[in-house]
Every structure is written in structure tokens, then in C-alpha cells.
Antibody, heavy 120, light 110 residues
Framework: EVQLVESGGGLVKPGGSLRLSCAASGFTFSSYSMNWVRQAPGKGLEWVSSISSSSSYIYYADSVKGRFTISRDNTKNSLYLQMNSLRAEDTAMYYC?????????????WGQGTLVTVSS | QSVLTQPPSASGTPGQRVTISCSGSSSNIGSSAVNWYQQLPGTAPRLLIYSNNQRPSGVPGRFSGSKSGTSASLAISGLQSEDEADYYCAAWDDSLTGPVFGGGTKLTVL
């Protein structure tokens, strides 16, 4: 059974940093591109970042470019999101999502999310 | 302001057929496949439709998708109370080099 479990969320002050993790199991992690998608309270979904299976290709939404860094460790079946210079507008539930492999931007498995709150 | 445009709400009675529209542009829907996600209250999104009209295993046949030009739609037939959820369309955007989502449509089963 495919499982994605996020952790690392919490309350942080504006300008602060946080590192999110996503532990994957039930599939060959090293064969899939992975993504972070966020959802502000009461709002819609926003794609944040993608990383290819071997970390060769990395993409970011303009809203986080230069502040967030996505990475992965295939030996630990884990995905990460380093978030620096956090702003109030980064407050959201952050989901880890697996790319289906169809190269159409569809995400076939999602974690339960980890909540990040940026507030003084 | 979402890149893809969806109506904020839709509703229907049990057994009815409802459709949810999604409008985009040539850089996203016009050149890429459309995917749909269902998000039940308090849960993570779930892939409902991929490649415009394909259903992942486990998704009931009551759900169907279609695409024409720069627009797409999700149809739900035989509406059931458990279909009450938020629905999001999504497509890869060539100019943004990433997927874009619609703002979501809250479906209410009356």
C-alpha cells in the first residue's frame, strides 16, 4: 500500500525557517517524481515544487522561488522541503504528492498533510 | 486568482447529473491533459480523473471527464450524498513549468 506521511509543520515567526519531511513507503520511491502542494486555510490548491526521480530536474512556483528548496534522499525514501524567509501568506497545509509517471502533472497519491502557520 | 477558472459552487439532488466546468488557456488546458481531484471535508485530495477522461482504479463510473479546446468539464451522474466535496481541475502549464489548479467547486447534495 502506498503511503506518504508528512511531518515538520508547526508555528513559526515571519522570516523564520522550517523543514518539512515526507516519508514514503509501499512503492519504489526512487522511480517517481515527487511534489509539494499547499492549501491555505479555506482556499484552493497551489502547486509549490517538483523534483524528478534522480533530482536532475527541479521546479518551483514563482511564489516560493528563491526561498524554498526541495530535495530528496532515495536511500531513505524521503522527500524534503526547506522553507526559509517565511511569510504570513505561506500559512497552509502542505501535502506531499507522488507524480503518476504519466508526465501529465497528475498526482496519484497524496499524504495527509502537515500544517505550517507563520505568525508573530 | 487561480489560473484555471471554475464556478465556486454547484448543487444537485440525489440521482441527478451535475457538471462542473473548468476554463483555461492555450498554455495549459489547450496544450495539456486535464486532471480532476476530489477533496472530501477534512481530507487530502484524491485523483478522480486523469488524461482528460480516464478514471483511476476504484473511482466509480459515475464520474466522467471531457475536454474541448481550452475548457474541460467533470460530470457526475447518479449523484450521491457522499459526492459532497470540493472538486479541483488541474493541468500542466507550459509557461509556468508546473501544474496549475482551478479555484475549486464546492458541490452540495441537496
Amino acid at each position: 500500500e502506498v503511503q506518504l506521511v508528512e511531518s515538520g509543520g508547526g508555528l513559526v515567526k515571519p522570516g523564520g525557517s522550517l523543514r518539512l519531511s515526507c516519508a514514503a513507503s509501499g512503492f519504489t520511491f526512487s522511480s517517481y517524481s515527487m511534489n509539494w502542494v499547499r492549501q491555505a486555510p479555506g482556499k484552493g490548491l497551489e502547486w509549490v515544487s517538483s523534483i524528478s526521480s534522480s533530482s536532475s530536474y527541479i521546479y518551483y512556483a514563482d511564489s516560493v522561488k528563491g526561498r524554498f528548496t526541495i530535495s530528496r534522499d532515495n536511500t531513505k525514501n524521503s522527500l524534503y522541503l526547506q522553507m526559509n524567509s517565511l511569510r504570513a501568506e505561506d500559512t497552509a497545509m502542505y501535502y506531499c504528492a507522488r507524480d503518476s509517471g504519466r508526465w501529465e502533472g497528475d498526482f496519484d497519491y497524496w499524504g495527509q498533510g502537515t500544517l505550517v502557520t507563520v505568525s508573530s | 486568482q487561480s489560473v484555471l477558472t471554475q464556478p465556486p459552487s454547484a448543487s444537485g439532488t440525489p440521482g441527478q447529473r451535475v457538471t462542473i466546468s473548468c476554463s483555461g488557456s492555450s498554455s495549459n488546458i489547450g496544450s495539456s491533459a486535464v486532471n480532476w481531484y476530489q477533496q472530501l471535508p477534512g481530507t487530502a485530495p484524491r485523483l478522480l480523473i486523469y488524461s482528460n477522461n480516464q478514471r483511476p482504479s476504484g473511482v466509480p463510473g459515475r464520474f466522467s471527464g471531457s475536454k474541448s479546446g481550452t475548457s474541460a468539464s467533470l460530470a457526475i451522474s447518479g449523484l450521491q450524498s457522499e459526492d459532497e466535496a470540493d472538486y479541483y481541475c488541474a493541468a500542466w502549464d507550459d509557461s509556468l513549468t508546473g501544474p496549475v489548479f482551478g479555484g475549486g467547486t464546492k458541490l452540495t447534495v441537496l
